[in-house]
């Protein structure tokens, strides 16, 4: 059989998560590239693990594929570990991938933790359909353009902060979502101090504000999706225009609209239209 690279998920915390599987898998291959040796030294320690370790991170990715490449084409195995959970999620290894993809190698998931996942199925928010958003940006101003782009979303939302943004990110929320949208709250998920809660944005933000232990440790926030609410007040809107458009121009009609509901001119002149080209 020829090599393969096995991407293989890894404990988020708590020890006992790894599996058998990846135990043999990590055994059995002749190298493990990892995110961070140092941090993967101490799993492979936990699980008398002796498989040599190498380096591959955001830094020397790209440099490091051609030689994990050589080694898969001249039959070695390879595993690829990210510091904890699944490899790719918000971690480096996708190049590697997609490089062995393109040179016709196999790549084999070795499934198991992954924190996104986690908090979803344990915060009580819908599951069915959702999507992942990684990291939002340091910088305040493409934050906030990012959240604004997510408002209307009407799906489940997992987003991954850091400790000392926490803060200021759920402030964001509370002024671009609103106070109200709930929001799952995951913290520290399977160490010592986890922490999993559902409350309203305005809630978590008292709530971490007022705890500075919030502050500290992986977190991941599972939003709930924009409501119903908003869809009818879409419809309505466009009834309105609708019937504005029987009489009026679309200028003059998106211009009366804006001045009835008090929304933007340059939105009412957009959704106006759409709607007169979709009538024609």
Do not use: W
């Amino acid at each position: 059989m020829s090599a393969q690279l096995f991407v293989v998920a890894t404990p988020i915390g708590h020890l006992d998560d790894m599996t058998y599987r990846a135990i043999d898998v990590l055994k059995s291959v002749a190298i493990i590239a990892a995110e961070d040796t140092r941090q993967s030294a101490l799993l492979m320690k936990h699980y008398n693990i002796a498989t040599p370790l190498t380096a591959c991170h955001d830094h020397n990715e790209s440099n490091k594929i051609d030689i994990l490449i050589e080694r898969l084409k001249k039959g070695d195995n390879i595993a690829l570990v990210s510091d904890a959970g699944t490899p790719l999620i918000s971690d480096p290894g996708f190049k590697l991938v997609r490089a062995a993809q393109e040179n016709g190698i196999r790549v084999t998931p070795v499934p198991g933790a992954c924190a996104a996942i986690a908090a979803l199925s344990s915060v009580g928010l819908p599951s069915d359909h959702f999507s992942f958003e990684g990291f939002l940006s340091s910088k305040q101003s493409q934050r906030l353009l990012q959240l604004e782009k997510l408002k209307a979303n009407t799906h489940t939302m997992i987003i991954y902060e850091a400790p000392h943004r926490i803060l200021d990110s759920v402030a964001d929320m509370v002024n671009v979502f609103g106070g109200d949208r709930q929001v799952g709250f995951a913290r520290e998920i399977t160490k010592t101090f986890e922490t999993i809660k559902k409350m309203s944005l305005a809630e978590l933000h008292a709530f971490i504000e007022s705890d500075r232990n919030q502050q500290k440790g992986e977190i991941v926030l599972v939003i709930a999706g924009a409501t119903e609410e908003k869809d009818l007040e879409q419809e309505a809107l466009d009834k309105l225009l609708l019937r504005l458009l029987q009489d009026l121009s679309v200028k003059a009609a998106s211009q009366l609209a804006a001045d009835l509901t008090g929304m933007k001119k340059k939105v009412a002149y957009q959704r106006a239209l759409e709607l007169t080209s979709a009538n024609d």
